[in-house]
C-alpha cells in the first residue's frame, strides 16, 4: 500500500485509525446500567470523537450511549434510533417515553440510544437563561442577553462552539453505528429532531432502512420568523372550539373580547409581564389542544386582573427547564441554522397583525450576536431520498403546520403521509404506533401508504 503524504490523505489515515481504535474501546466499554423509568436490562457506554472532524488528532469528546437489547436473541441488526428536538433534549434521559413508543419493536430489535454533541451526558452546553435572584426578569426576556453573553464566554473556554450544529452530529451517530457494529438504522424523530434525522439522511442514505417524521421541520425554513402565524391560527381554532364547546361557551361567552382587552392593556404596559413575552408564553401553550384546554380560564381571570397563572408558570418554566435542556446547543444549532439565514425585511411581513408580533425573533438575535458563527454557513439543501419514510402531522399543531410536511415530503420518493385530526405537535396514540411498527417491520410503505388514523377528541376546557 503506498502511503499517501499530503494533509489531507495523512488526516484520512489517522481517522480511519483512531476509527478502529475507537471500534475496539467502545465496543468493549458497555456496561450494564439502569435507565430512569426503564425495566428493560440496558448497557451505556462512551464512544470518542474528536470534536472537530477535520482535525482528528484535537480535542476529543465523548459521545454517551445507551443499548436497549432486543428480546430475542441474535436480534436483527437495524436497531430503533430516536433523534431528539429542542433542538438540545438528551436521548438518554427521554428512554422510558421511546421505550413506551417502541415496544412491540423491541422483541427483535435493539434500540440505541445517542445523547448528541452538546447535549445530556455528551459534554452538555449548559447555560443559565434564568436568573433567580431576579425572576421578574423572566417575565420580560426568554434569553436574557446577559446571561448569554456570559455563557458563551465560559463555554468558549472549553469547547469550539462552532463544532455543534447537525452536521457534526450526523458524523458522530454514523461513527458510533460502525463502532457497534449495527447495519442501517431505523430512525424516528420530533419536531427539531427531524432536522437531525435530515441531515443523517442526506449525509448517510445508504445508512438508513427506515424513517420516522413526527411534526416535521423543514431544513430551508427559518422556524421563529414562522412562529407569530403559526400561533395566531391555532389561537383561532382554539377560541372556535371554546365557542362550539357548551361548557366553554356558557363559562366564557366574551373569550375573544376579553383576549383583546388584556392584550391592550399587555400593549400599554398595564401588565406585570411584558407583551411579547406574554406572547410567547401563549404559543407555547398552543402547540397541542391539551396543552390549551386552561386558556380561556386563564385568559378569564387574567381579565379580572389576576396575571399569577401567566406569571407563575412562566418563571416555574424558566427555572425548571434548566435541567431539561442544553440551551448552548439550542444556540449552537439554532444561531446557525436558522437565525443566520433570517433576512430583516422578511421579520415585519411574517409578524404584522399576530399577537406574538416579532418578539421571539428579536430574542433570538440578540442572543445569537454572542454566539460564534459557522463559516462557511450550514447546507441547508433538502435531502432527496428513496428511504422508506413515514410523515405523521398534527392538523392542530402550532409549531409545525400542514405546509411544513407539503414543503419537505415530495423529497421522499417511498413516503407515506398521515395527518391526524385534533393532534398537535408530536403527538402519539396506537393508530400511528401501528403504522410504524408496520414500516419497521417491512422495510417498506406499501401496507401503510394511503392508511388513516381516526380523528382525537379535544380535551374538555377548564372552566373553573
Same mark, same amino acid.
Given at each position: ?6 494533509? %489531507?490523505?495523512?488526516?484520512?489515515? $489517522? ?10 474501546? =467502545? ?16 448497557? &451505556? ?10 482535525? @482528528? ?11 436497549? @437489547? ?16 429542542? #433542538? ?6 427521554? =428512554? ?14 435493539? +434500540? ?16 443559565? !437563561? ?20 456570559? &455563557? ?8 469550539? $462552539?462552532?463544532?455543534?450544529?447537525? !452536521?457534526?452530529?450526523?458524523?458522530? $451517530? ?22 437531525? =434525522? ?28 414562522? +412562529? ?24 366564557? #361567552? ?29 404559543? %407555547? ?10 386558556? #380561556? ?70 442572543? &445569537? ?5 459557522? %463559516? @462557511?454557513?450550514?447546507?441547508?439543501? @433538502?435531502?432527496?431520498?428513496?428511504? #422508506? ?44 404506533? %401501528? ?17 388513516? &388514523? ?11
Amino acid at each position: 500500500m503506498k502511503i499517501p503524504t499530503n494533509t %489531507s490523505s495523512l488526516a484520512l489515515l $489517522l481517522t480511519i485509525a483512531l476509527g478502529f481504535i475507537g471500534n475496539a474501546n =467502545a465496543a468493549g466499554n458497555l456496561s450494564p446500567c439502569k435507565l430512569p423509568g426503564v425495566t428493560r436490562a440496558a448497557k &451505556c457506554g462512551v464512544v470518542d470523537v474528536p470534536e472537530n472532524w477535520d482535525k @482528528p488528532a484535537g480535542r476529543k469528546l465523548s459521545i454517551a450511549v445507551a443499548v436497549i @437489547p432486543a428480546d430475542k436473541p441474535g436480534a436483527n441488526k437495524d436497531p430503533i434510533v430516536p433523534l431528539m428536538g429542542g #433542538p438540545s433534549e438528551a436521548a438518554i434521559a427521554f =428512554a422510558e417515553y421511546s421505550v413506551g413508543q417502541a415496544e412491540s419493536l423491541l422483541r427483535d430489535r435493539d +434500540m440505541l440510544l445517542v445523547d448528541q454533541r452538546g447535549a445530556g451526558k455528551s459534554a452538555p452546553l449548559t447555560c443559565n !437563561t434564568y436568573d433567580a435572584k431576579n425572576p421578574q426578569s423572566s417575565l420580560r426576556d426568554m434569553f436574557p442577553v446577559a446571561l448569554i453573553e456570559r &455563557c458563551a464566554k465560559e463555554l468558549s473556554s472549553r469547547a469550539d $462552539l462552532t463544532q455543534y450544529t447537525y !452536521t457534526h452530529f450526523a458524523r458522530d $451517530l454514523e461513527h458510533v453505528r460502525r463502532t457497534l457494529g449495527y447495519g442501517p438504522l431505523n430512525l424516528t424523530a420530533g419536531s427539531y429532531g427531524t432536522r437531525a =434525522a435530515q441531515f443523517y439522511l442526506r449525509a448517510y442514505p445508504q445508512s438508513v432502512r427506515t424513517v420516522l417524521l413526527n411534526s416535521v421541520v423543514p431544513l430551508d425554513v427559518v422556524t421563529p420568523l414562522t +412562529m407569530a402565524k403559526s400561533a395566531e391560527g391555532a389561537r383561532n381554532q382554539m377560541f372556535d372550539a371554546c365557542a362550539a364547546d357548551t361548557a366553554c361557551n356558557a363559562a366564557f #361567552p366574551d373569550l375573544r373580547k376579553e383576549f383583546s382587552e388584556i392584550a391592550q392593556q399587555l400593549e400599554a404596559g398595564k401588565a406585570p409581564i411584558a407583551r411579547g413575552r406574554a406572547g410567547e408564553w401563549f404559543r %407555547s401553550k398552543l402547540y397541542r389542544p391539551y396543552s390549551s384546554n386552561d386558556l #380561556p380560564w386563564i385568559i378569564h381571570r387574567a381579565h379580572a386582573g389576576d396575571w399569577s397563572p401567566i406569571a407563575d408558570t412562566i418563571q416555574a418554566g424558566m427555572a425548571g427547564i434548566q435541567s431539561e435542556y442544553s440551551f448552548g446547543l439550542f444556540f449552537a444549532i439554532t444561531c446557525n441554522d436558522d437565525l443566520a439565514f433570517l433576512r430583516e425585511e422578511d421579520i415585519e411581513p411574517e409578524s404584522r397583525g399576530t399577537f406574538l408580533g416579532d418578539y421571539r425573533v428579536r430574542q433570538q438575535l440578540a442572543a &445569537c450576536k454572542y454566539w460564534p458563527k459557522v %463559516s @462557511p454557513s450550514t447546507d441547508r439543501t @433538502p435531502p432527496k431520498v428513496s428511504v #422508506p419514510t413515514l410523515f405523521v402531522s398534527g392538523a392542530n399543531d402550532s409549531a409545525s403546520p400542514l405546509w411544513f410536511t407539503q414543503r419537505v415530503a415530495p423529497n421522499f420518493s417511498e413516503r407515506a403521509e398521515v395527518v391526524v385530526v385534533g393532534h398537535g405537535h408530536t403527538e402519539w396514540n396506537k393508530c400511528i404506533e %401501528s403504522l410504524w411498527d408496520q414500516l419497521v417491520r417491512d422495510g417498506s410503505v406499501r401496507n401503510v401508504r394511503g392508511k388513516t &388514523c381516526e380523528a382525537v377528541p379535544r380535551p374538555p376546557f377548564k372552566t373553573k
